[in-house]
């Protein structure tokens, strides 16, 4: 007598099984923090964001994998703040584990955004009626360079803006400056006054004795021509002191 079908499949081995799941540790504590973070953001704004989370953000652009939160912590502590961070040269920020060059290249363009933006803004009306946002330009231009920059706003008639140069560039407290290039190059643009800009790299932007000495230079090069000197700008980390408000000029 034949077993029914169902006994004879029972009584035979089997002859394959999916082998047992392999057992798995606890998830990482980040999975799932990258939509966690975005989602926040869409529903908070950006402005509800750290710091440290603005980073994160714009990190998973050049990272698309794991865990950046250490990382965005470390570069703030590396260079002291966001503002810090963008000012870094590639080569600082390459000189941190984590980050290449595509990451370092990334955040630098957050910074010439930032700049050309902040341009846009000087140079649609005149600059005098617009200080704040000079200020404003001038101290994300020049706050964490970490060497000396001389730089010239030429002005037309208006007093907007026509160019604004790099005319010298130096070590961590001098940078060359040579009045008549700086009233030759104003000749060239048909400028009708300048505003001068350096920074302290030391943070401080008190004006030096050398910095009050040089600007009497150029205003004594340009008087002849009359171009004006509407201000001399020493821009630090800790803030931009002015010469024409300081009874400098």
Do not use: C
């Amino acid at each position: 007598m034949r077993e029914p079908q169902a006994l004879q499949e029972a009584a035979q081995p089997d002859l394959w099984r999916p082998p047992p799941k392999a057992e798995r540790g606890p998830a990482p504590h980040y999975l799932g923090h990258r939509e966690r973070l975005r989602a926040r953001a869409h529903q908070h704004g950006l402005a509800s964001l750290a710091d440290y989370e603005i980073l994160e953000l714009h990190l998973f652009r050049a990272i698309p994998r794991g865990d950046v939160k250490p990382l965005a912590k470390q570069l703030l502590v590396r260079f002291g703040s966001l503002a810090g961070v963008l000012g870094a040269s590639i080569a600082e920020l390459t000189s941190i584990k984590g980050v290449g060059e595509a990451v370092a290249l990334d955040l630098k363009l957050l910074q010439e955004a930032a700049l050309r933006t902040g341009r846009e803004a000087v140079a649609r009306r005149p600059v005098i009626s617009s200080w704040s946002a000079l200020l404003a330009y001038v101290k994300t231009a020049l706050a964490h360079e970490p060497r000396e920059q001389f730089r010239v706003l030429f002005l037309d008639k208006k007093n907007q803006l026509v160019a604004d140069e790099v005319m010298g560039q130096g070590t961590v407290d001098h940078a060359p400056v040579y009045p008549r290039e700086v009233v030759r190059r104003a000749l060239e643009l048909s400028a009708s006054a300048v505003i001068l800009v350096h920074n302290h790299p030391s943070g401080d932007p008190t004006p030096s004795a050398a910095d009050i000495d040089m600007t009497r230079q150029v205003i004594e090069a340009a008087r002849a021509l009359r171009i004006a000197i509407h201000d001399h700008l020493v821009v630090g980390r800790e803030g931009v002191a002015s010469f024409k408000a300081l009874g400098l000029l």
